[in-house]
């Protein structure tokens, strides 16, 4: 049956949502970054949440991911898996094509941030 029954249209905050969910299932991140640096934020041109831009070309995604790492991790295995699993996630659930992801480490967590996250919980 090849009957047209319409669209079907994803909000780009569904995508900022998938990873940012992805992100906080993979081991070594100890939290998204507060902000996302840049002013294409403020243009409109990405659509932004914590710690992510997603951005859509051509029917493509590119995302940029600003976090804070956990101690004591291997930073470019924890990137790689990252990209992987963020890849996989917006193809499985979306079914569209990924451009780039791209993971920008702005910090590793100490022992001052971690008691200082602990206080404020």
Known sequence: MDERLGTTTI???????????TADSVPGIAQLSDRVPGV????GLHTVGQGVEVNVLNDRVGVDIY???KRNI??????????TQVTRAIQDIVGMD??????????????LADQARKDRD
């Open 67 to 69: 976090l804070i790492a």
């Open 74 to 83: 291997d930073l470019l295995q924890m990137g790689r898996t990252l990209q």
């Open 40 to 43: 294409k934020r403020w243009l």
């Open 98 to 111: 990924v451009r780039e992801i791209n993971v920008h480490i702005e910090d590793v967590e100490t022992d």
């Open 11 to 21: 909000a780009p905050n569904v995508l900022v949502t998938i990873v940012q969910k």
